[in-house]
């Protein structure tokens, strides 16, 4: 299911990517602010959110491709154009529609994200948009990070990726507050 999302998401984010020059980021901020509140609300208003699963069988094949439609082409698409909340809005796709934890679902949202950045990396690329030594030292601290990341999340679970995709939407919001109003 994530390889046939992150498939959906590489020509997605290719034409948000292509979108982009044309989109003003000052549309997008305020609607993601607002977009992460209502999520950081959401998760933290539902505690069993992300920390109860369905079995698999569970999960309906049109619930499954609507996860793989939404997290491959819209959040792809979006990926493509603006980015940040990337990963927040992909775990929750993924948690919400297939009603996985957490855990698994910030799993899933790893491999379509892949997806996501080769699409746009291919149509900057070509663009000449890309500060190649920038990008290399960048995609080493990522793979780093991930490594570092991925480890804790097994061992703490989805308790502590539930906190620690609170912390990453507070910052992000924040951080979007300054862009757009500083």
Known sequence: M???AAGLAVPSAG????????LPADWFRPLIMALLIGVAAFVTL??????????ADAVSARRRLLAIGVAGCGVGFYDGVFGPG???FLIMSFTALLSMEFLQSSALAKI????????ALTVFAVQGHVLWALGAGM??????GATLGARTALKRGSGFVRGVLLVVVTALVIKLAIDQFA
Request: contains cysteine; charged residues 5%.
């Open 2 to 4: 994530a390889l046939s």
């Open 139 to 144: 995609a080493v601290c990522n793979v780093v």
């Open 86 to 88: 990337t990963g927040t």
């Open 112 to 119: 379509v994200n892949v997806g996501t950045n080769f699409g």
């Open 46 to 55: 539902r505690p069993s959110f992300g920390s109860v699963i369905e079995s």
């Open 15 to 22: 034409v948000g990517a292509l979108s982009a020059s044309s």
